[in-house]
C-alpha cells in the first residue's frame, strides 16, 4: 500500500513482534495504520536452520496470536509446545518441577522462533492493508495542531492522530519525546545460540540457576528432539570469555555449566550476546502517544515474560481504543489524554509487579550469602510440593 498525504488513525514506529501486532490489531478495528520500521526484513539464517531468536509464549499470547489470525501462519515446525519445566538452584538442592498434565493444561507454554513469527505478521498485516515503510527510520516527532508529525530519514513525512511507539529496549521515540525511565543495568549478558544435545530434550524447558546468572534451556521442534535455545545470562565479562572461546571449548563450558542435564552439548550456531538492562517508563503515555512493548519496560529474560507484557499492551491498547470507535469516537480523537490513560492504567501495574518479580528472583539467586543460599534450597522443596502454589504460579506465568 503507497503512503497517504491525509493523516492516519496511528502511526506505529518499530516492527518487532510488539508493533506489527498492534498494527494489525488497530488495523482490524478498521482503522487507517502506518507501520514504520528502521531495518530492511532481514531474516538471520544458523547452520542448523533454526533462528537464534526464539520467545516462550504463554497461553494469553498465543491466544492474541490466535485471535488475529496469526498462530496458524507460523508454522508448526517453527513451534514447539512444551508439558514440562524443571527450574534448580545450581547452588545446591532446590528444585521446583511444573508438569502440565498434573495442572490440568495440554502444555505450559510454546517456543516459538521469532522471524517465523515476523513472517507471519507480515502477511496478515499485508491482507487487513496496513501501509508498511521499511526501511525508513523516523528522525524526527513533533506534535502539532493535535496530530503527530513523523519525519523519516527517507525523506517521507506521516501525519498520524495516534503514535504508538514500539522501537525498542532503547526507544529513540521515548527519548525525543521527553519520557521519564527508571532503569540499571545488570552488568550482566545473555549468550543466545541454537544448541545440539546428545539427549533429547523430552518438550521439557530447562533453567539452572547460578549466583553468576541463569542458564535456560529451551526445546526447539524437530523428531529426535535434539536441539535447543540456549539463554545464558553472566556477568559482562565472563560473557566475554566465553564468546572468544571456540565452539568446541564453548559446548565443553556449557556441557558442564548446564549439570549435563541433556548429556553433552555436541554442537551450537553463531553465538550472540546481548547487554541486559532493566527499564520502566514513568509514563506510558502523552497527548497523541502511547509507549508499548520493550519501549515502555525491558526486563530481565530468566522468566520469559518480556514479549508476554508486551502482547498484552496490544491487547489492551486494542480494547482501550475498540471501546472508544464503538462508542461512536472519531479516529482523530484517538490522541486524546484521557483515552491513552486508560490503556496506562490497564497495563502499568500488572508490567511493574511482573518487573519486581523478576528483580526478586535475580537477587535471591545471585546471593553469595550461605544462610539465603540455605533458605531458598530448602524453599524450593517446599514448593515444589505446594502443588496449588504451583498451579496458581502457572496461571500467572500463562498471562491470566
Ligand atoms: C536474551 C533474551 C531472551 C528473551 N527471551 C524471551 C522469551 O523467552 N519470552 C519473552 O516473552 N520475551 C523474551 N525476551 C524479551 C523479548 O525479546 C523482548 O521483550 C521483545 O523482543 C520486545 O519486542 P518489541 O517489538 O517491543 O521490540 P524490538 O523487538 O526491539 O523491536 C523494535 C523495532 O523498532 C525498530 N526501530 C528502532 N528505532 C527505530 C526508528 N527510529 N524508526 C523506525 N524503527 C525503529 C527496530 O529496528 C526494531 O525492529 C528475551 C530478551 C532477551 C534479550
Same mark, same amino acid.
Given at each position: 500500500?503507497?503512503?497517504?498525504?491525509?493523516? /492516519?488513525?496511528?502511526?506505529?514506529?518499530?516492527?518487532?513482534?510488539?508493533?506489527?501486532a498492534?498494527?494489525?490489531?488497530?488495523?482490524?478495528?478498521?482503522?487507517s495504520?502506518?507501520?514504520?520500521?528502521?531495518?530492511?526484513?532481514?531474516p538471520?539464517?544458523?547452520?542448523?536452520?533454526?533462528?537464534p531468536?526464539?520467545?516462550? @509464549?504463554?497461553?494469553?499470547?498465543?491466544?492474541?496470536l490466535?485471535? @488475529?489470525g496469526?498462530?496458524?501462519?507460523?508454522?508448526?515446525?517453527? =513451534?514447539?509446545? /512444551?508439558?514440562?519445566?524443571?527450574? %534448580?538452584?545450581?547452588?545446591?538442592?532446590?528444585?521446583?518441577?511444573?508438569?502440565a498434565?498434573?495442572?490440568?493444561?495440554?502444555?505450559?507454554?510454546?517456543?516459538v522462533e521469532?522471524q517465523?513469527?515476523?513472517d507471519?505478521?507480515?502477511?496478515?498485516?499485508?491482507?487487513a492493508?496496513? #501501509?508498511?515503510?521499511?526501511?525508513?527510520s523516523?528522525?524526527?516527532a +513533533?506534535?502539532r495542531?493535535?496530530?503527530?508529525?513523523?519525519?523519516?530519514?527517507n525523506?517521507?513525512?506521516?501525519?498520524? +492522530?495516534?503514535?504508538?511507539?514500539?522501537?525498542?529496549? &532503547?526507544?529513540?521515540?521515548r527519548?525525543?519525546? !521527553?519520557?521519564?525511565?527508571r532503569? %540499571?543495568?545488570?552488568g550482566?549478558?545473555?549468550?543466545?545460540?541454537? $544448541?545440539?544435545?546428545?539427549?533429547p530434550?523430552g518438550?521439557?524447558? /530447562?533453567?539452572?540457576?547460578t549466583?553468576?546468572?541463569?542458564?535456560?534451556?529451551?526445546? $526447539?521442534? !524437530?523428531?529426535?528432539?535434539?536441539? #535447543?535455545?540456549l539463554v545464558?545470562?553472566q556477568?559482562?565479562?565472563?560473557a566475554?570469555?566465553l564468546?572468544?572461546?571456540d565452539?568446541?571449548d564453548? #559446548?565443553?563450558?556449557?556441557?558442564?555449566?548446564?549439570? &549435563?542435564?541433556?548429556?553433552?552439548?555436541?554442537?551450537?550456531?553463531?553465538?550472540?550476546?546481548?547487554?541486559?538492562?532493566?527499564?520502566?517508563?514513568?509514563d506510558y503515555?502523552q497527548?497523541?502517544?502511547? $509507549?508499548i512493548?520493550?519501549?515502555?519496560?525491558? =526486563?530481565?529474560?530468566?522468566?520469559?515474560?518480556g514479549v508476554? $507484557?508486551?502482547f498484552?499492551?496490544?491487547?489492551?491498547?486494542?480494547?482501550?481504543? *475498540?471501546?472508544?470507535i464503538? +462508542?461512536?469516537?472519531a479516529?482523530? *480523537?484517538?490522541?486524546? +489524554?484521557a483515552?491513552?490513560?486508560?490503556?496506562?492504567?490497564?497495563?502499568?501495574?500488572d508490567?511493574?509487579?511482573?518487573?519486581?518479580?523478576?528483580?526478586?528472583?535475580?537477587? @535471591?539467586?545471585?546471593s553469595?550469602?550461605?544462610?539465603?543460599r540455605?533458605?531458598?534450597? %530448602?524453599?524450593?522443596?517446599?514448593?515444589?510440593?505446594?502443588e496449588l502454589v504451583k498451579? %496458581?504460579?502457572?496461571?500467572a506465568?500463562?498471562?491470566e
Open positions: 500500500m503507497s503512503i497517504s498525504s491525509e493523516p /492516519y488513525a496511528v502511526a506505529v514506529v518499530g516492527a518487532g513482534v510488539v508493533g506489527s498492534a498494527a494489525l490489531a488497530l488495523a482490524e478495528l478498521g482503522l495504520v502506518v507501520l514504520v520500521e528502521a531495518r530492511a526484513a532481514q538471520v539464517v544458523a547452520d542448523s536452520g533454526y533462528d531468536r526464539v520467545m516462550a @509464549l504463554n497461553g494469553s499470547s498465543r491466544q492474541l490466535e485471535q @488475529l496469526v498462530w496458524p501462519l507460523i508454522g508448526a515446525g517453527h =513451534i514447539t509446545g /512444551y508439558q514440562t519445566m524443571k527450574v %534448580w538452584d545450581g547452588d545446591g538442592s532446590g528444585h521446583v518441577e511444573f508438569n498434565a498434573q495442572m490440568g493444561l495440554a502444555e505450559l507454554g510454546a517456543i521469532q517465523p513469527l515476523l507471519a505478521l507480515q502477511q496478515r498485516l499485508a491482507a492493508g496496513v #501501509c508498511v515503510e521499511r526501511p525508513a523516523v528522525v524526527a +513533533a506534535r495542531e493535535g496530530v503527530m508529525q513523523l519525519q523519516l530519514a525523506g517521507r513525512s506521516i501525519a498520524a +492522530a495516534l503514535l504508538v511507539a514500539a522501537d525498542g529496549a &532503547q526507544s529513540p521515540l527519548e525525543r519525546l !521527553g519520557f521519564a525511565t532503569s %540499571w543495568s545488570y550482566q549478558d545473555a549468550i543466545i545460540t541454537t $544448541l545440539t544435545t546428545s539427549r530434550h518438550a521439557t524447558a /530447562y533453567q539452572r540457576f549466583a553468576h546468572g541463569p542458564l535456560a534451556l529451551l526445546p $526447539l521442534g !524437530g523428531a529426535d528432539q535434539r536441539h #535447543c535455545s545464558w545470562s556477568s559482562s565479562a565472563e566475554a570469555r564468546m572468544a572461546l565452539d568446541g564453548f #559446548c565443553r563450558e556449557l556441557t558442564l555449566a548446564s549439570e &549435563q542435564t541433556l548429556g553433552v552439548v555436541s554442537g551450537c550456531d553463531r553465538r550472540y550476546r546481548v547487554a541486559l538492562t532493566q527499564r520502566h517508563a514513568i503515555v497527548p497523541n502517544v502511547a $509507549l512493548g520493550d519501549a515502555a519496560h525491558a =526486563i530481565h529474560p530468566l522468566a520469559g515474560q508476554n $507484557l508486551g498484552k499492551d496490544v491487547a489492551a491498547l486494542a480494547t482501550t481504543v *475498540g471501546q472508544f464503538a +462508542a461512536g469516537g479516529p482523530a *480523537g484517538l490522541g486524546d +489524554a483515552l491513552l490513560g486508560r490503556y496506562q492504567r490497564r497495563r502499568q501495574p508490567n511493574l509487579a511482573t518487573m519486581a518479580a523478576m528483580e526478586g528472583l535475580k537477587r @535471591l539467586f545471585g553469595a550469602n550461605p544462610v539465603l540455605l533458605a531458598r534450597n %530448602w524453599g524450593l522443596n517446599q514448593f515444589d510440593r505446594a498451579q %496458581w504460579v502457572v496461571r506465568a500463562a498471562g
